[in-house]
């Protein structure tokens, strides 16, 4: 029996553009690597900073909120531009940037130096993230939308996993002072660029047809926020509180808690905020795959809010293994961004996919920004130290109010986005 002419051809051509798309998603994820780990640089180098340089847990505080600073404006715009000019173009666009301010703050002799490299840095980092997912959203708005955007984040969660084992990887480096590790960012950094610039040269010379480029979408108007149906400001509400806490916690003072409220050294204390993380490499995709399949996302997107205070208390309140505790925070931060992005995707115009993360992001950051600081000046009010490990728990109190209220808002979206097997059907796409 005669095949038709052209199909060959058409099931090639389909082989083909899959993968590439698998290519795609291999670049960005090594791109996301680089970016992770740039990000949680500063927390292995905390005690150093301290010990070294005479920098307060306000400052180190600081190095981190100031990332998170300009987002609280400048990200709506970032995913504006993602939708107005493309993925690939934003993407090498704030690659540099992000490149530029590593390099300053690892190689700047003064504290004022450092908070101005990792500005910079943030100026760059968030709208790169949003240019990722939109990047895998582009070439997989499919059935393993889900799948390829945990993926991808699975691959971040490595180099933040690597960020925290690098005391034990890098012990020369960090034999040598607090700017050798900081050194090893900056050419992680420039990796990521290595990784954009390819996905940018791939994508331009394969012909991909591409939602986002220039003229594809009219210009941004504050009436488009008003067709975000409630789900989505539900969403929203989750997202600012869920990433205050686990990044402030996590990439800031975490090591520092291990190290005096639960005695641990330098080394322990980042392989103990590492080592669980590294199943998310596993987890995070497989929890992607998992509602692909199903079709349900809210009610994993609570499942995943409500470990987070639970983790906080167990940590905080018990004398349970530490283990037991950053195992749980550990299923939540692989949980979350694999279901809320996916479904940020499902509840709003694809037109509008960079704008409505962009406006996640705005206030993402400002909570981000806020957390670090409140956490640092409480530990500062409360004397926290190895001297006085009880003066952390005013900052583990606020991480599980916060992580509370979470999943609080995780319930509301589930009734609202959930009620029916709905999630999918919010917008038409």
């Known amino acids: 029996?005669?095949?038709?002419?052209?199909?060959?051809?058409?099931?090639?051509?389909?082989?083909?553009s899959r993968a590439v798309a698998w290519l795609v998603l291999a670049l960005i994820s090594?791109?996301?690597?680089?970016n992770y780990y740039v990000y949680d640089s500063i927390g292995p180098v905390a005690d150093l900073l301290q010990r070294q340089r005479a920098f307060s847990d306000s400052q180190i505080g600081m190095l981190n909120a100031i990332y998170s600073l300009p987002n609280i404006l400048l990200i709506l715009v970032g995913?504006?531009?993602?939708?107005?000019?493309?993925?690939?173009?934003?993407?090498?666009?704030?690659?540099?940037?992000?490149?530029?301010g590593t390099a300053l703050t690892a190689f700047s002799p003064a504290f004022l130096g450092m908070a101005t490299g990792r500005?910079?840095?943030?100026?760059?980092?968030?709208?790169?993230?949003?240019?990722?997912?939109?990047?895998?959203?582009?070439?997989?708005?499919?059935?393993?939308?889900a799948f390829a955007i945990g993926a991808s984040i699975a691959l971040g969660r490595a180099g933040a996993f690597s960020a925290d084992m690098s005391p034990t990887w890098f012990a020369g480096a960090y034999a040598g002072g607090w700017q050798p590790p900081?050194?090893?960012?900056?050419?992680?950094?420039?990796?990521?660029?290595?990784?954009?610039?390819?996905?940018?040269?791939?994508?331009?010379?394969?012909?991909?047809?591409?939602?986002?480029?220039?003229g594809a979408s009219r210009r941004f108007s504050p009436r488009d926020l008003a067709g975000?149906?409630?789900?989505?400001?539900y969403l929203l509400a989750l997202c600012v509180l869920w990433y205050a806490v686990i990044f402030a916690?996590?990439?800031?003072?975490?090591?520092?808690?291990?190290?005096?409220?639960?005695?641990?050294?330098?080394?322990?204390?980042?392989?103990?905020?590492?080592?669980?993380?590294?199943?998310?490499?596993?987890?995070?995709?497989a929890f992607g795959w998992l509602c692909d399949r199903t079709g349900r996302y809210a009610p994993w997107l609570a499942i995943g809010a409500l470990l987070l205070p639970i983790s906080i208390a167990v940590m905080a309140a018990s004398?349970?293994?530490l283990w037991i505790g950053t195992v749980l925070i550990g299923v939540s931060f692989s949980l979350v961004p694999a279901v809320m992005w996916p479904l940020t995707a499902k509840l709003v115009p694809e037109a509008r996919f960079g704008t409505a993360l962009g406006l996640m992001w705005v206030v993402q950051n400002a909570g981000m920004a806020g957390a670090n600081l409140l956490a640092g000046w409480l530990n500062d009010t409360y004397g926290a130290g190895a001297l006085n490990p009880a003066g952390y728990q005013p900052m583990m109190l606020f991480f599980f109010v916060a992580g509370a209220f979470g999943f609080m808002f995780a319930m509301m979206l589930w009734r609202s986005a959930g009620r029916g097997h709905h999630e999918a059907v919010t917008h038409a796409r």
């Open 1 to 16: 029996m005669k095949s038709t002419p052209g199909a060959g051809s058409g099931a090639v051509n389909s082989d083909r």
């Open 79 to 100: 995913g504006i531009l993602v939708d107005r000019y493309g993925a690939a173009r934003m993407l090498v666009w704030t690659g540099l940037i992000c490149l530029a």
């Open 182 to 214: 900081l050194v090893i960012a900056t050419l992680l950094a420039a990796l990521s660029v290595a990784a954009v610039a390819i996905y940018w040269w791939l994508d331009r010379h394969r012909g991909h047809a591409d939602p986002n480029a220039p």
């Open 30 to 34: 090594l791109a996301n690597y680089g």
């Open 249 to 285: 916690f996590r990439s800031t003072f975490a090591i520092k808690y291990f190290q005096h409220a639960h005695g641990l050294d330098l080394a322990a204390a980042g392989a103990i905020n590492a080592w669980v993380f590294l199943a998310a490499l596993f987890a995070t995709p």
């Open 228 to 233: 975000f149906g409630p789900a989505y400001w």
């Open 119 to 145: 500005l910079l840095f943030g100026v760059g980092a968030e709208t790169f993230n949003i240019a990722t997912i939109a990047a895998v959203v582009k070439y997989f708005s499919g059935r393993n939308l």
């Open 319 to 321: 004398g349970a293994s």
